[in-house]
């Protein structure tokens, strides 16, 4: 079936047959197609949910036990640096301490899939006004990539869409990671520069805002795994965290995220978070 946009989607697409009588004879048969585009996508969604529903399930676990033996091993490091002061140990000293710092970088990606399990701990909301949350976030996240991206010879612009977002009860905090982890995204996904335009506004009783690139967009199998936890394309470097913390923060609100993208295009991701959760 061609849809409206000229596009054959044959894995959307159900036939039902119908035989048609007429006077008591056989007057051939109807054949009617159905597109299911939408039905597909809503599954989609609940299989995708579910998919990371396990997944927290797991990484819950084992982050739990991480966690204990991290801890028994960061006191026993604390206690060996304590006996290497003497002269003498300075050797053992120097490596006891790149331990100690390994050990932390675990406990560091340890705490980001607790986030992204449930959450980060219940902390203080207060009424954030998101115009301005974007506002500040723009500015603090361009300190941090404008000269690089000077440096190498791109250049991408930001522009904000601003729209009328009613106020929203969120830990600030929460509000500035998930935009950063998006906009630091929107840069990486523009190699040769291009635009990142942020938005807000309000969708019956939802807050809204989004992120859009320019860039090299998403192809639809890593659409299927963006949200999952150390899932990347940009190398082993890469802990492939940023968007597993960002779904377990917007679910924490009873908030969703979209991506609509197309490679070669760009990408958008909306994020929206009701005015009055329910809990
Ligand atoms: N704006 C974007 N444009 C294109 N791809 C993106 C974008 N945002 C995320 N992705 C894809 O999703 C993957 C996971 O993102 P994320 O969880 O933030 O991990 P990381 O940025 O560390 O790779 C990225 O590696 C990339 O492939
Ligand atoms: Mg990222």
Redesign the pocket.
């Known amino acids: 079936m061609i849809s409206e946009t000229g596009v054959i989607s044959p894995d959307t697409l159900s036939f039902t047959k119908e035989k048609k009588k007429l006077e008591g004879k056989s007057a051939g048969t109807i054949i009617i197609g159905h597109d299911l585009t939408e039905e597909k996508r809503t599954l989609g969604k609940l299989i995708q949910e579910e998919r990371l529903e396990a997944l927290g399930e797991l990484t819950g676990g084992a982050a739990h036990k991480f966690n204990n033996v991290l801890t028994v091993i960061l006191s026993y490091i604390q206690f060996l640096l304590q006996e290497t002061e003497e002269p003498g140990l300075e050797k053992i000293k120097k490596q006891l301490e790149l331990v100690e710092k390994s050990a932390f970088e675990g406990a560091k990606v340890v705490s980001e899939l607790r986030e992204f399990v449930r959450g980060r701990k219940e902390a203080e909301r207060v009424e954030v006004d998101l115009n301005e949350r974007v506002k500040d976030v723009v500015v603090t996240a361009q300190f941090r990539w404008k000269d690089q991206a000077q440096a190498m010879g791109i250049r991408i612009n930001t522009e904000l869409d601003l729209g009328n977002p009613p106020p929203l009860m969120l830990n600030d905090y929460d509000l500035r990671r998930v935009l950063t ?2 906009i ?3 840069v ?2 523009l190699p040769e520069g291009g635009k990142i335009i942020l938005a807000t506004g309000r969708e019956e009783n939802q807050a809204y805002f989004s ?1 859009t ?1 320019t ?4 192809s639809p199998q ?1 659409k299927k795994r ?2 999952d936890p150390f ?4 190398g082993p470097q ?7 913390v960002c779904y377990g923060i917007i679910k924490k609100y009873g908030g969703t995220i979209e991506v609509k ?1 197309e490679e070669s295009k ?2 958008t ?1 909306t994020i929206r978070i009701p005015i009055h959760p329910q809990k």
């Open positions: 982890e998006m630091f995204n929107a990486e996904a992120v690139d860039g090299v967009g998403v890593t963006i949200f899932f990347t394309t940009k890469i802990n492939g965290l940023g968007l597993s993208s760009g990408t991701f």
